[in-house]
Each structure stands twice: as C-alpha cells, then as structure tokens.
C-alpha cells in the first residue's frame, strides 16, 4: 500500500527564516510520481512541483527547492526566506500514474509565517 | 481557461435532505476526481472518472453517495440521504494526459 507522512503538523517561523518541510512515502511501485500542493487560507489546492521516481536531481524554484532522496524515501521542500504570504499548508502526495491520476496525499503541515 | 469551477462554495442542510456539488472540468482535461477533506482523515480520493467513465469508485463511503458524469464538461456528487458526519470540504479536480492535476476551490459543506 501506499503512504504519504508529514511528521510536522505545523510549523512556525519568522519571516525571512528558511523552513524545510518533511515528507517521507512508502511505496513498492518502481515507477512513481512525488507532488506538492500548496492550500492558502482561501482554501484551494495549488500545485507547486512533480518528480517521477527517476530522476533525483534536486530541484529549485525561485525561493522554492526540493530535495528528492529515494535512499532514505524522502522528498522534501525548502522554502528559502519564508514571506508572510508563504502562510498555507502544504501537501505532499504520492501517485502511481504520471499526472496524478491516484493521489495518496500526506496529512499536510500547516506552515505560519509571522511577520 | 477560468480553472476547474466547483459550486456552491458553500451548502448549509439539514440531516436527511439530498445535497448535490457540481464540477465542471476544465476544458480538454479527460480525468475528472472527487476528493473530500476532513481533519480526521485529510484528503481522500472518493471516485475518478477516465472520459466521462467511472473508473475507481472504492473510496465512496457509503451508498447514500453517488456520482455522474453525463458529459465531458459536468459532473455532479450526489449525497441522499446527507448526515453530519458528510460536513467536509469537497474538491474535484481535473487532468489531462500531459497536465498536472487542478484542483477547484471546493464546496464546503455542513450538514445539521
């Protein structure tokens, strides 16, 4: 079976901090799809990135990074210089279909980011 | 494209009554899914659809729900009869065989 965990349910920082976000999946699938979300206040899920299970390349977004390990399962997200506006919680989620067709999310860590 | 539109926002009834939530895809998108997001069990994938086809309804609760999808641009969760423990936040989304997954905003519904 699949499983996402997010161990942080929430985290909070200062502005400008960096704020790594955790996210740890089980899977038994060779071939795999990592995504992560992002639901602001106003509630709607945004998507911020997707990695298949073959490439390891870490990968940076502006003041976005994520960090793809399949040694230790995990697949992690840095916020560098967190803004208010960075205030949300964040899913991973794990699919077995290329654009996720079969989502398994995480239970999400809700990030504050205080001014 | 004005994104996966989701309505009402919001659905206030009481116990027993029928509930329906309303999705429309976004256009050219061939994978049409039902989430519902509670804080005991987060985000749950109910049923998928694959080109107006159910293809995975095993996370539908119960019988009382239901979901259709006549055509490729409407969809439609059905609730009957609507309990308390149905009061949750439901997403649909959309994707296209070369598109991440959109979500709409959701329906937030409260059943009394």
């Known amino acids: 079976a699949q499983k996402v965990t997010q161990a942080q349910t929430e985290i909070s920082v200062v502005e400008k901090e960096d704020v790594t976000l955790d996210c740890v999946y089980e899977t038994r699938d060779t071939t795999y799809y990592l995504f992560w979300y992002k639901q602001p206040p106003s509630g709607e899920l945004v998507f911020l990135i997707r990695?298949?299970?073959?490439?390891?390349q870490n990968e940076i977004s502006g003041r976005y990074s994520w960090n793809f390990q399949k040694s230790t399962s995990s697949f992690n997200f840095t916020i560098t210089a967190s803004q208010v506006v960075d205030s949300a919680v964040y899913f991973c989620?794990?699919?077995?279909?290329?654009?996720?067709?079969?989502?398994?999310f995480g239970p999400g860590t809700r990030l504050s980011v205080l001014p | 494209d004005a994104g996966v539109i989701q309505s009402p926002r919001h659905e206030v009834t009481e116990m027993g009554q029928e509930v329906t939530l309303r999705c429309k895809p976004i256009s050219g998108h061939d994978y049409l899914f039902w989430y519902r997001q509670t804080m005991m069990r987060g985000l749950e994938l109910l049923i998928y659809f694959n080109n107006n086809v159910p293809i995975d309804d095993s996370g539908m609760p119960e019988d009382r729900f239901s979901a259709k999808m006549p055509n490729a641009s409407f969809s439609t969760l059905k609730i009957q009869p609507s309990e308390p423990r149905d009061s949750a936040v439901y997403f649909c989304?959309?994707?296209?065989?070369?598109?991440?997954?959109?979500f709409g905003q959701g329906t937030r519904l409260t059943v009394v």
């Open positions: 989620a794990l699919s077995s279909d290329n654009y996720g067709q079969n989502f398994v």
């Open positions: 990695r298949n299970s073959f490439d390891e």
């Open positions: 989304a959309s994707t296209g065989s070369r598109t991440e997954a959109f």
